[in-house]
């Protein structure tokens, strides 16, 4: 059957040059269409715009030149080494080029042969002269001249050449009819960007540099500008005052609260909380998030959020990213809470492990016979119904999982308010990207009297003196964590020179510890046990606890002093800096040891930063630079989608713009309809990944 019409969606074996084989072995390189083809951008692109005169040459210089072989010849130096010289000559002088092994050359290659080759110059170690070394050269037809330009450099897969890849994508764009256009042409305008077709075409084969940036400018809007659609359609439809819960003014509860906390908040917790209590108050349902460094007092401030909508007569509920973390708040909620009358009630694996007690919470929750109820993600389950759910505060790793909790409340006629709380300090474009459906407060102050925590990074070959400090720490009444990659060797055997916290327990607690209550502690454990343990830890009982990162988040024991990270080069930035926010806690002077022994670069100039600041959002940013966006949040679900050509670093100032264009542009009814249509339109190339926001 012949094709007649162009269709994006078609096989990309159809493209002339491809064919069923290559069209199998494109599979490899997510191609399975021709808009994928279309959609694959150049990783980088070569200069190839002039030719240079063999006599203009200068050595070390990568050039292209266009000569005709004065002769050819080859010479067998070892069983396995055919070195290959000819002397390529133009109007300007003569040159030798030299080839390895490539024998075949001999039957194709003759005098009187045009050659198009780039490659660099060196001096000839045989002769005065100079020899080039070509890195790829064609045979040109007589007559013929080379195709001179800026050529892109496609990733490629095994069987598929860089010349196979960039005349088939050649021959697709000749083929193609011009693209629709999707952008309304105001926004082209005011935007100043370029046609989507012209866009298209301009990646892969830009006439020249200031081209190759529009095209690229375009298609990274396109990116982001739909990411930012998506994200404010979600404001959007959370955005109707029919659907939000209309909160009291704070009241006798939130008042006793406050008297009742050990310490006065901060003025940033205070004027957060007014934040947060002014979007309670209002017809529209909230969606705040709350950035603050480690040990900032965030928990305080979901606190008394949450009393705010228990006043109201509302159900909240608080949803920990770990098990450990939502322990430790019911335990604090519930001691200062009960004497309030308040219920507070917890979902976690510790409760939901036979189906009797599971049902039981449940039970309770449906007939409102709790007002505040502490989860993991067991919360947004199924069976779980509120009564009258208020408010729901969550970890930035849950959100779009509460999102969909947020529907289902839709039916009963309500959007809980909603408040997202980060544990990881994002940097500002992240939060434009990521977050850009939220309003943002910002925890920047420390509650007062913390002392600045000491970081050392350390050799391995310090370990010694280094425990011999922790143990010293801990005679004087301190306690301290240790904190290692792997739970058990067996995880990877790549990973075969790292020892693990168990490995690392058995040393420490039957060597330089012996005599002192050590604990292990390890995300593989049950949830019981891992309960009982930390509050060993929290009472006092243990004095060191060797864990894996199963402690990084939330974990509060003021008296522990010392933090010790095993093969810290191991961990990101971000995570160093939450782990070091277990310490300084209490009034000790508290220590942040990482220890490593690694001597890659990265690894060190990383180590080094955490050594000189204690800002987390400072941290963050050098992270991401350093290790890039997907390593920072590492596997955790961010919702961030994959970017084919936009980057978050280097293009904040369309990321700006695509959010500015973005929150003119989704206003109205007729505009969301567009916004479909564009998504249906480009579907192709961001769909999927898209639709799950968008989605939610
Ligand atoms: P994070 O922002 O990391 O969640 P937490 O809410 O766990 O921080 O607070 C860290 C510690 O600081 C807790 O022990 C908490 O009781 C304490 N804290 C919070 N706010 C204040 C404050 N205003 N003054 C003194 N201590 C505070
Ligand atoms: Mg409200």
Known sequence: MSKTQFELTDNVMYVKGVGPKRAQLLEKLDIFTKYDLLTHYPRNYENHTTLTKIDDIIPGETVQIVGTVRNIDSHDIRNNLTIINATLTDDSGAIKVTWFNQTWLLRKVKAGTRLYVIGKAKADPWSYGMVLNPQSFTILDSGEMPELGIMPIYSLTADISQQVMRSAIKNLLSSMPPLTEI???????????????????????????????????????????????GLMLIKRQTQDER???????????????????????????????????????SKL?????????????????????????????????????????????????????????????????????????????????????????????????????????????????????????ARLEKKSGTVPDMLVMTATPIPRTMTLTVYGDLD????????PGRKPIKTEAKNIRSRKRVYEFVREEILAGRQAYVVCPLIGRS??????????????????????????????LHGKMKPLDKDMIMENFRVGRTKLLVSTTVIEVGVDVPNASV??????????LAQLHQLRGRVGRGAAKSYCILISDS????????????????????????????????????????????????????DVEILIQARDTAENFITDDENLKYFVNLRENLALAYGDKFSQIAAN
């Open 491 to 520: 995880e990877s055997e790549r990973l075969a020179d790292i020892e693990s916290a168990e490995e690392i327990f058995n040393t420490l607690s039957t060597g330089i510890f012996r005599g002192i209550p050590c604990a292990l």
């Open 243 to 281: 659907l939000g819960i209309v909160h009291k003014k704070s009241g006798a509860l939130v008042k006793a609260a406050l008297e009742k906390l050990p310490f006065e908040l901060t003025g940033d917790q205070k004027k957060v909380f007014r934040a947060v209590a002014k979007d309670m108050e």
């Open 183 to 229: 952008l309304p042409q105001e926004i082209l305008k005011a935007q100043r960007l370029i046609s989507l077709d012209r866009a298209i075409r301009e990646i892969h084969f830009p006439r020249d540099y200031f081209t190759l940036e529009m095209a690229r400018r375009r298609l990274a809007f396109d990116e982001l500008f739909l990411i930012q659609c």
């Open 599 to 650: 001597k890659a670069e990265v690894a060190r100039e990383r180590l080094e930063t955490l050594e000189m600041t204690n800002d987390g959002f400072k941290l963050a940013e050098a992270d991401l630079r350093l290790r890039g966006p997907g390593q920072f949040f590492g596997e955790a679900q961010h919702g961030l989608p994959d970017l084919k050509i936009a980057d978050v670093f280097r």
């Open 285 to 405: 349902p909230m969606r705040r998030l709350i950035q603050g460094d480690v040990g900032s007092g965030k928990t305080v401030v979901a606190l008394l959020a949450l009393l705010k909508t228990v006043e109201s007569g509302c159900q909240g509920a608080f949803m920990a990213p770990t098990e450990i973390l939502a322990n430790q708040h019911y335990e604090k909620f519930s001691a200062l809470l009960t004497d309030l009358g308040v219920r507070v009630g917890l979902l976690s694996a510790k409760v939901t492990r036979t189906k009797k007690l599971k049902e039981e919470v449940y039970k309770k929750i449906s007939a409102h016979e709790l007002d505040i109820v502490i989860g993991t993600h067991a919360l947004i389950q199924e069976g779980v119904k509120f009564d009258k759910l208020g408010l729901v505060v969550t970890d930035e790793q849950h959100r779009f999982g509460v999102n969909q909790r």
């Open 563 to 572: 933090m010790v990270v095993e093969h810290a080069e191991r961990f990101g």
């Open 440 to 447: 943002v407060s910002l925890i920047k102050e420390l509650p």
